[in-house]
């Protein structure tokens, strides 16, 4: 998959819809033989997904409170308080809409085989031959990838913009 | 066949698959405006969605479930909670439009019976887009406490969800048949004799019943022979009472939002420190900061698991003598509200319900998530065997989140004759009010005594006529007002039994105002008549000698009762 395609698959899968061409291209869904009329302009760009992803992260966890905020003056106890929250929620938050897998399941340090599939996948580190091929190496990063995605539809009325509304207290 | 759990605080849905096995269903709902997700619970909570609650073309009209829950904790006033509860207090008509009961004005309120029926049209309409069978044959489980205006006013309420007539099923026996279908051994640990408390202490209400076990002609038979008041007392409030303890030891007064997070927190700090593999003694509990600045204003505090037990086992769960009374409200104006029960002490309740029944068990059938933690199921069996001398244990394998829906399900089979069924009839004893015959006095109304029609246990599919010689003249052709009054300690009065000083053991359930077929002004000669339909409704008729019969509705039109 060149640079280009993945960076279009990834934020189509923040979207929630995979182009046709490169699901198809990875086994997602099987080619079909009858033409499908042609699709309706796609109203939603791939920054939309990625927003989408950080108003979630940010209603269920508050991660883009934290990431935002300016933590260098605060101990670290403190911050690990508050950590342990955020990072709970956010990962149940994640594990909700995204399903992450290793692209290698393999233990980290031992040798494995170089997978078959394109190169993007996976990446050699090291004495990487002139070739830029090797049979396979030493485990260091089993990688992640998203397995599914399953992101609520948008709705072309919202703010796309909008990561997380203000709020107002009545007394 | 379905099974509904139609909670305080949620509700479940169980079926019977082509195997006859009880399945949970689970249950799509909006989580997110925009966003639908199953669960395996219908958080009872109905919003009342206004005008810029959710981003435009996301959520019109009232929605019921977790995103209901998740607004209304940010703008109560137009969130509907306890439905149920509301549903069966008298002190208010039950079926006007008054919650949420706290709504600024301009709110469109709902009454208990509509928001009741709000729950249950969402699961029908739920099953009905997800699955292929039909909406048919639906259990409803209320508390074994409901009376007969509350059980009507629950059939009125699947009736606007455009539910078949329900059969309503106690929820205490339908937890005890869910133990049954866990344990097809079942008949190995319950033998003749045996008497069976089940204690069910839901989110905001807890429920007795007692259920005896017979041998008749060789058979084992259940009979449910007790069931106790209805108390608004559950896990919430030992959740709230140690948020309340926390807070006291914070450094900064938490926000609304802060204190909600505080209450979640101390739940899941009870359910963790309390649990069988419990490996701390304490539990971190965080308040994240106001505001976007959430690393500079997080709180930090701690609950210790000596502070939790500290606070059940003194607070809710005292020892006490067997003759011991829950404390009554004294305060002489109270908001008005829900009749929540004054006192916490749930040792307390129970002593007053056995006393009541004049037995005391000697198997225990817990339900409800309060039960998970070993040291309350212990305190409670502890505080049993300090009023009796037979060894007191407790039924093992239970499902305490999703028995009663599931026992719900599986009774609809037993119902077909495919298990045992738990003897159960009227829970209360009924009677209606007569006005006694004297001169007038002005000032004075004549008192009112009362008369046994339904006796407690009277079954399902039975009538009974009272005795002959006691007949009453009946107004017709005009509005006349009927009371009725209904009792769960006075277990042993026949029909017919007439109450002349109407005390304490006797409840007056709300009034109703109706004008029964007739010419004005006409007074009939009349007996009376009680039939319980197969589906549990509880009817009196009157009959008089020509063959004219008029039939009392408990419900008819409810009239606020005078308090």
Redesign the interface.
Known sequence: MAIGSAFRAFFALLGGNLPEDIAKEHGYIKASSVPKPAPPKPTFTPADGAVQLLSILQ?DA?LV??L??D?SA?ED???G??V???HQQSREALGRYVSLGPVIDGVEGDFTKAPSSSAGDFKLIGNVPASGKAPGGLLRHKGWKAEKIEL??L?Q???LKLVAPAEL?IE | MIGIDLGTTNCALAYTDEAGAVQLFSIPQLVNPGEERAEPLLPSFLYLTGPNDFPAGTVTGPVAGVLAQKRGAENPGRLISSAKSWLSYAGVDRTAAILPFEAPEGVEKKSPVDASAAYLAHLKQAWEQSRKEPFADVLITVPASFDATARELTERAAALAGYPTPILLEEPQAAFYSWIERHPDWREHVEPGDVILVIDIGGGTTDFSLIRAKDENGNLVLDRVAVGDHILLGGDNIDLAIARTVEQTLKSKPDRVQFQSLWQQCRTAKENLLSNDAKTEEWPVTLLGKGTSLIGGTIKAKVLRSQIEGILLDGFLPFVDKDERPARRSAGLAEAGLPYAADPAFTRHLAAFLNGAGVYPNKVLFNGGVLKAPVVRQRILEQLQRWTSTPVEALQGEDLMHAVARGAAYYGEARKGKGIRIRGGVPKTYYIGIESAMPAVPGFRPPVKALAVAPFGMEEGTSVTLPAGREFSLVVGEPAEFRFFNSAKRNHDAAGEMIDDVGEDLVQMSPIEVTLSGDKGETVRVTLETIVTETGQLQVWCVAKDGRRWKLEFNVREKVKQQ
Do not use: L
């Open positions: 209603r508050r409170d934290f935002m905020e933590i605060y106890d403190q911050i308080a508050a342990r929250n955020v609520p539809p709705a009325s919202q703010n207290e």
